[in-house]
């Protein structure tokens, strides 16, 4: 039965294939004879070690009898064993069976330690002439080895000394106005400078987008009529705290839209804490490096209060520093810690009080004789590693400060003239040194930039700045290149082509561009849809088409001639008939008739325009008809002689 079944499906798979038009349903699988394969690697082998072993004699045939009759020995002994080890791989292929392969863990080490034992051998006894001097290892040096040893370690001194990575080869001046420019800040990525002044101005600066003019592309007035004291972007860039010198700060977006405005506080409450916002003047402000949401800013009602974006009618916290009678100390600046979990803030009486972010009651660092009593501390600056803290004082001077040891400071420089309740100080990116600026009186000097290494406290640097104090100064660590706002209202931006990146190199190499003024006005386009086309106006495609059509008509292409001032020229008198009035006036003087008697003077006119018709007659020659006049008749005449009473009243 099953042979039966068999040969009817083979008949089927026959007629169907005769049918397809192919001879199978499948391929055959390939048969590999392994024997046959392994000899044919092992004779490939064989060949390539005999073809290695001409190389090698080839080679050193130049260094003697004694180096070869070796390497020789050597080269056979090492393909014999290659050879026999193929052969043994390919005896145990053909006879292992079917599993795992043993081990070969102990013979491959043996082989290997062979191998580097024959290594070492070869190196040993290798005979020939000595090395040349200064051959190690390769190609013998050269000078330009030498050469690059010297660069390299040109480079490690420039590395080692930070005053050679100041990027000043290069600077460029903006205009902000005329008075002090009392803050300044850059975006995170570097693209967008905003600087605000004693003129009320806040002004932004596009680098991508500016050219060799350097204008900013936008200025507003936040506040109305109060000086900016503090600007500063917040971490994601897209919001701009401007603090004041009134009580309420704002937050603008990237372009100076207003996004939100801190709610002012009672001023007649006591308890500062149980106010909503600040009652008094603003001295400055910052952004939290961590959350985007929440800024912080000081005001002279002694608090330092945070606030959040999305909630602006109630501050989150408020912090109040203490004198050390307990009595309400004016807040002058106010800063966050790089990892954000400390406020600092700096004090009309010199302190320095530092509170744990969570914590509004007790300081946790406090510094009772930072500066000189009564001496407003006009910044305070965190180091890029978080151990570190700068301040400026109104003393004239600038200390450093190890906030794990906050009983005394570090270093401090004297000398540094502070006029400005606002003038900055900053870490360079590497943390390796401290910049500052001075203030001079009116034509008694130049205000310099001073740099000081952190570690000693050298004034190692300085730049002359302008005859006008130094106020804000900005180092930005991508760009690296450093930002500084005087008190004439210049803002200068230093940078090297080589250091620096972006920034000022972007607009330094736009030629200006030219503005383009109109010569002629276009005619202004009326849009009639329903109009018939006999009195449709065809659509201007451009302006700019128009004009040139314009140019080439000689009527709207003339340039009326200018006013006449002075005695006159060409002809033409300035005190008679340059102007309308002065024509009429001259007519009317000039006119010796007599006007009194105007029945004179229209008839005076009447045999002119009789015999030479030229306003009236000529209008109606063609179309007037000939004049016919009512003749006297006699009824007329009688009823001319009746009496009044008679006569028909119409």
Not at 180 to 196: F, N, Q, Y
Not at 523 to 542: D, G
């Amino acid at each position: 039965m099953d042979s039966n079944n068999t040969e009817g499906r083979m008949n089927n798979d026959g007629d169907i294939a005769s049918v397809m038009g192919f001879s199978g349903f499948g391929k055959k699988a390939r048969t590999f004879d392994l024997e046959a394969i392994f000899e044919q690697t092992r004779r490939t082998a064989i060949e390539r070690s005999r073809q290695v072993l001409d190389d090698r004699l080839m080679e050193v045939e130049a260094q003697g009898e004694s180096s070869t009759s070796v390497l020789i020995q050597k080269d056979t002994e090492k393909a014999a064993a290659t050879s026999r080890k193929e052969d043994t791989d390919s005896s145990s292929s053909d006879s292992e069976p079917v599993g795992p392969p043993p081990p070969q863990k102990d013979s491959n080490n043996e082989e290997k330690e062979n191998d580097d034992d024959d290594d070492d051998d070869d190196d040993d006894d290798l005979v020939g002439p000595p090395l040349p001097p200064g051959y190690k290892g390769g190609a013998p040096q050269s000078d330009s080895d030498d050469e690059d040893e010297d660069e390299q370690n040109d480079e490690d001194d420039e590395d080692d000394n930070p005053v050679k990575k100041i990027p000043d080869t290069h600077e460029i001046t903006l205009l902000h106005g005329t008075k002090t420019v009392s803050a300044m800040a850059l975006d995170p990525s570097g693209a967008r400078l905003v600087t605000g002044g004693y003129d009320f101005d806040v002004r932004f600066w596009d680098f991508a987008g500016m050219d060799r003019a350097l204008q900013a592309f936008r200025s507003l007035q936040p506040c109305d009529c109060h000086q900016i004291r503090a600007l500063q972007y917040s971490i994601t860039g897209d919001r701009i705290l401007v603090v004041s010198g009134n009580a309420q700060a704002k937050v603008l977006d990237r372009d100076g839209f207003n996004v939100m405005e801190c709610i002012k506080g009672d001023q007649y409450i006591v308890d500062m804490v149980n106010t909503k916002g600040h009652t008094a003047m603003l001295n400055d402000g910052s952004w939290h490096p961590k959350i985007k949401e929440e800024f912080m800013t000081c005001s002279n009602d002694g608090t330092v209060r945070t606030w959040d974006v999305t909630s602006e009618k109630k501050h989150k916290s408020v912090f109040k520093p203490r004198s050390v009678q307990g009595k309400k100390v004016t807040p002058t600046c106010c800063t966050y810690s790089r990892d954000g979990k400390l406020i600092a803030a700096g004090c009309q009486d010199g302190t320095i009080q530092i509170w744990d972010r969570n914590l509004s009651v007790h300081t946790k660092f406090h510094c009772r004789q930072a500066h000189t009593p009564g001496s407003d501390i006009s910044r305070l600056c965190f180091s890029y590693d978080g151990t570190i803290l700068a301040s400026r004082g109104g003393d004239d001077t600038l200390k450093i400060w190890d906030i794990r040891n906050f009983k005394k400071p570090l270093n401090t420089a004297n000398g540094l003239t502070n006029y400005f309740a606002m003038t900055d100080c900053c870490f360079s990116p590497d943390d390796q040194l401290v910049v500052t600026g001075t203030s001079v009186k009116k034509d008694e000097g130049n205000g310099n930039l001073v740099f000081f290494d952190r570690v000693t406290f050298q004034r190692v640097y300085e730049i002359e700045v302008t005859n006008a104090s130094v106020v804000r100064c900005l180092w930005h660590p991508k760009l690296n290149q450093v930002m500084v706002g005087t008190g004439n209202g210049l803002v200068k931006v230093y940078y090297d082509p080589v250091k620096s990146h972006r920034g000022a190199m972007l607009c330094v190499v736009k030629s200006k561009t030219k503005v383009k003024h109109a010569e002629a006005l276009a005619q202004e386009y009326v849009i009639t849809p329903h109009a018939l086309p006999m009195f449709r106006e065809a659509r201007q495609r451009s302006t700019r088409k128009q004009l040139e059509k314009d140019r080439l008509d000689p009527k709207k292409s003339h340039k009326p001639e200018p006013p006449v001032s002075g005695p006159g020229r060409g002809g033409r008198v300035a005190a008679h008939g340059g102007t309308l009035s002065s024509f009429i006036v001259k007519n009317i003087a000039l006119d010796k008739t007599d006007d009194s008697n105007a029945r004179e003077a229209i008839l005076r006119h009447a045999k002119e325009a009789s015999e030479n018709p030229y306003w009236v007659a000529p209008a109606y020659k063609k179309t007037q008809p000939n004049p016919v006049f009512a003749e006297d008749s006699e009824e007329d005449e009688e009823a001319d002689k009746e009496p009044e009473w008679k006569k028909r009243k119409i």
